[in-house]
């Protein structure tokens, strides 16, 4: 069970990374970002949004080993508490923000029951 856990949670990241990395103009319509002038929003998109999560998903399968597992789960445990600093803060989309930050804090859940310590 704790290996399939694994595995999907790293085959999630890694998909939700791909849309990062191969469709950032895809990904950023989606969450709400817009390009200006310079592409450099692309980039950041392909790196942080999309090659971060690509590459610490594969990194963790190859690992196999519960601390690379652990890590992404902090990794969705950052990001689902920044979706909620933005619910204080921001006063964004409450609908979206609650699926993204669902979504990352069922993984972030997931891979902390199944590696603990």
Same mark, same amino acid.
């Given at each position: 069970?704790?290996?399939?856990?694994? /595995? #999907?949670?790293?085959?999630?990241?890694? %998909? +939700?990374?791909? $849309?990062? +990395? #191969?469709? =950032?103009?895809? /990904? &950023?319509?989606?969450? @709400?970002? !817009?390009?200006?002038?310079? /592409?450099?929003?692309?980039? !950041?998109?392909? &790196?942080?949004?999309?090659?971060? +999560?690509?590459?610490?998903?594969? %990194?963790? #399968?190859?690992? @196999?080993? =519960?601390?690379?597992?652990?890590?992404?789960? $902090?990794? $969705?445990?950052? &990001?689902?508490?920044?979706?909620?600093?933005?619910?204080? +803060?921001?006063?964004? =989309?409450?609908?979206?923000?609650?699926?993204?930050?669902?979504? !990352?804090?069922?993984?972030?859940?997931?891979? $902390?029951? &199944?590696? =603990?310590?």
């Amino acid at each position: 069970m704790t290996d399939t856990l694994n /595995t #999907l949670a790293c085959l999630l990241t890694i %998909a +939700f990374g791909l $849309f990062g +990395f #191969l469709a =950032p103009r895809y /990904t &950023a319509a989606t969450l @709400d970002l !817009e390009t200006t002038t310079s /592409t450099m929003g692309l980039s !950041e998109m392909r &790196a942080s949004v999309g090659g971060l +999560f690509v590459i610490s998903g594969f %990194a963790a #399968l190859w690992l @196999d080993n =519960p601390v690379a597992y652990l890590m992404i789960g $902090f990794a $969705f445990t950052g &990001a689902a508490l920044g979706r909620v600093l933005s619910l204080i +803060f921001d006063k964004p =989309p409450v609908v979206k923000v609650l699926i993204f930050g669902g979504i !990352e804090a069922a993984l972030a859940t997931a891979l $902390f029951i &199944a590696n =603990p310590l």
